[in-house]
């Protein structure tokens, strides 16, 4: 097992197992998961079932809950009431709309989450990333003072910088902003840099990634959005080790930094890379986890909500289900020493 993956699962152990909620009942890679949680004492998985789930997810020894009706007629009028600045707009949710949605697991799921029937929420297997946000931001918010919601990809990759372990690398933002501007993507370095501090543990090193290291590719409208970027994390959170813009390879081997950027602060030492758009962050770790051996994607584990929850890749296994929980866990434990 990969150090990192170790170390969660230790910390899990440690502390009060948990309740995470699974929409996805149906799926056999959650199922698989959720007895590995189990079995590890990592946390309580809570399944969302349909009528005809519930007796296979009950002999496999799993708590599972079913939609009520009295619930979900009251999830029904919550959400015709979050939704009411919306009438008479295209994002009008009418009564049939919301009937349906209450009765959808995923959005049944966030609605346990918010009433407190659990601690966090690892949803998508089966489901898009839009549909998994949707659900959250409609019933479970923002952090207080958040004003980007993000989310970062965990890279398990085998050493290549001469760590006696694998090293783990944060992807940021690779599923929720499409095209961000300066002030959004300072907000995601910042989001991507404090997660990686409570769930990884180690000193963040962010790098901004573009095509061009220190202008080397002229001034556009990218890199100048970039470097505002910079200068907005560097007034905010001066304390952050932080740089670009960086090709990939400055920010991740030293000696390509010492001859591209040998002033650069990084020093080609990144473990959070930010990406200038979604299109390239999605694009990166989905290559990266396709064609480096070994190399394993958790995530993406959603930055910026009121309570822990991750979306999770329609690809996934069942290891990396086991992975995000996780996550998601030491992410609960961190919020309960903070009440």
């Known amino acids: 097992m990969n150090t990192f993956l170790h170390t969660l699962r230790i910390r899990a152990t440690e502390r009060t197992m948990c309740t995470i909620i699974f929409p996805d009942s149906h799926d056999e890679r959650v199922l698989e998961a959720a007895k590995i949680l189990v079995q590890g004492k990592i946390a309580r998985p809570l399944l969302v079932c349909s009528p005809e789930d519930i007796s296979k997810v009950s002999a496999l020894g799993l708590d599972c809950v079913q939609i009520e009706e009295e619930r979900a007629a009251d999830l029904g009028k919550l959400l015709l009431e979050l939704r009411s600045s919306k009438v008479g707009t295209k994002d009008e949710l009418t009564l049939e709309m919301a009937h349906d949605l209450a009765h959808d697991p995923l959005f049944y799921g966030m609605y346990l989450l918010r009433l407190g029937q659990g601690d966090g ?30 989310s970062s990809m965990y890279m398990l990759v085998p050493s290549f910088r001469g760590t006696p372990s694998d090293e783990v690398l944060t992807f940021a933002d690779c599923a929720v902003v499409p095209n961000p501007s300066s002030e959004q993507l300072a907000d995601i370095a910042i989001a991507a840099a ?41 007034e905010k959170r001066p304390e952050l080790v932080i740089d670009g813009e960086l090709q990939a390879d400055a920010a991740l081997v030293q000696t390509i930094s010492q001859r591209k950027a040998p002033d650069s602060v990084i020093n080609g030492s990144a473990n959070v890379l930010i990406f200038p758009s979604l299109d390239a962050a999605n ?12 190399a394993q994607a958790l995530g ?8 822990p929850m991750s979306d999770l890749s329609r690809g996934v296994t069942a290891d990396a289900i086991v992975g995000i929980a996780t996550i998601v866990a030491s992410q609960v434990s961190h919020v309960a020493e903070l009440a």
């Open 121 to 150: 929420l690892v949803a998508g297997a089966a489901r898009t990333s839009t549909e998994v946000l949707r659900a959250g931001l409609w019933l479970i918010g923002k952090a207080e003072g958040i004003q980007t919601v993000s």
């Open 194 to 234: 404090d997660a990686r501090l409570l769930i990884v543990g180690d000193v963040p090193r962010v790098a901004f990634l573009s095509y061009s290291t220190n202008g080397s590719g002229g001034n556009n409208q990218s890199t100048a959005m970039i470097r505002k970027a910079l200068e907005l994390v560097r």
């Open 283 to 294: 694009i990166a770790y989905k290559l990266v986890a396709t064609l480096v051996p070994g």
């Open 300 to 307: 993406p584990i959603l930055q910026g909500m009121k309570k």
